[in-house]
């Protein structure tokens, strides 16, 4: 009788810690998340400031970037560039091939941090 209390309070308490354990890992996980997208707006942003987008076409260049963002945190950004110079009229894409290289820098180092 006394072993089994032992028993039931023991798989009570193991089931109360995989609970606790897959709790904090979401959580985790959803901050992760809430820090790329403070990075990508926080870039984003700058990107808006020197290349004067639209509200439409920030939202496309986040989107973009959310889509992306494994590659983004790799390295491999040439397709990424593609989509959004394609996005760009033709006084913005002047001015994106002058800081092009170094915002995705900037993109990519704000990953590495």
């Known amino acids: 009788m006394f072993n089994n209390k032992i028993i039931r309070l023991t798989f009570i308490l193991n089931l109360l810690l995989i609970f606790f354990a897959a709790g904090v890992n979401v959580l985790a996980q959803e901050t992760d998340e809430q ?29 973009i ?9 790799s390295g491999e950004l040439t397709e990424i560039m593609k989509f959004i110079d394609e996005l760009l009229d033709e006084k913005q894409k002047v001015k994106y091939d002058i800081i092009c290289d170094d915002w995705f820098a900037g993109l990519v180092k704000s990953f590495k941090r």
């Open 35 to 63: 820090k790329d997208n403070v990075i990508i707006d926080n870039q984003v942003t700058k990107l808006k400031q020197k290349v004067l987008l639209s509200n439409e076409q920030t939202d496309k260049v986040k989107q």
């Open 65 to 73: 970037l959310r889509t992306h963002i494994e590659h983004i945190k």
